[in-house]
């Protein structure tokens, strides 16, 4: 994955990333996190009635320097490009959302990344209940702690991974995905849906989301929902104050 404009030190200062910096698990852990909890999943462009750039530069260009945040395709495409700045292999997948009540088509992207010696699920882009940290491919059918959340993976016969969390005391399907390697163009249908058909999420309703140390925060249309150590507080945002609010809470800068 490759922009022209993306400058790997822009990028870390944009998610506030320090420490040390090399090819190996400890560093992705951490640059996962930073990523997730200074760069908002959001679909802000979809609800201002666009087509979502698909274009390497314009995701640079949106998230680093504007900054805004994104949806899968974005977010998960910047890690890209941090990944290969640093010499971590990858590739990317499709994944099957599952919290559908039908069966749905492969739209999501996630990044299967080889550090150590092993391979890692790396998603920085899924909205309400994304996973917080790499997650080993190796560790199969056992809860994972990721800070007050827990997820786990397993694998059915035909090699598909299924990725679930655990939500309101039971395990509950998040999406499913094999370990097939796509090119960044085979994205582009499924970006254009998620963009434009009426039956997707993020045509139907406003969503931010920031990851945080103890929670996440959470706009779904007019209601936000603030989760801190595994307790949620909800309420109601009016029309006229949202947009302070993706700047003060979400450190968004607005849309033209």
């Not at 996962?32 to 009635?49: I, K, T, W």
């Not at 390497?56 to 990944?83: H, S, T, W």
């Not at 080889?114 to 890692?120: K, S």
């Amino acid at each position: 994955m490759h922009a022209n404009n993306f400058v790997l030190d822009d990028y870390l200062n944009r998610i506030g990333f320090s420490g040390p910096l090399a090819a190996d698990a400890d560093t992705l852990a951490r640059l996962m996190r930073a990523q997730l909890f200074s760069v908002p999943f959001e679909n802000l462009d979809v609800q201002a009635g666009k087509v979502v750039s698909m274009t390497p530069e314009d995701i640079v260009q949106k998230i680093v320097y504007q900054p805004r945040g994104g949806y899968c395709y974005e977010v998960n495409g910047l890690f890209a490009m941090a990944l290969q700045a640093i010499g971590l292999p990858y590739c990317l997948l499709a994944a099957r959302p599952m919290f559908y009540p039908v069966r749905r088509p492969k739209t999501h992207m996630v990044l299967l990344v080889r550090a150590d010696g092993r391979d890692w699920l790396c998603d920085l882009g899924f909205g309400s209940y994304g996973i917080r940290a790499p997650m080993a491919l190796d560790v199969l059918d056992t809860p994972v702690a990721q800070d007050d959340d827990q997820f786990r993976l397993s694998r059915d016969a035909d090699g598909v991974y299924l990725l679930q969390a655990w939500v309101d005391g039971q395990w509950a399907n998040q999406y499913g995905f094999d370990l097939h390697p796509q090119e960044w163009i085979d994205f582009a249908p499924a970006n254009y849906l998620n963009s434009t058909h009426p039956e997707a999420i993020f045509v139907q309703k406003r969503l931010v989301v920031l990851h945080t140390p103890q929670g996440r925060k959470i706009l779904l249309g007019d209601s936000l929902k603030r989760i801190e150590n595994g307790v949620t507080r909800q309420h109601s945002v009016p029309a006229e104050q949202a947009d302070q609010l993706l700047v003060e809470e979400f450190a968004l800068s607005l849309p033209a």
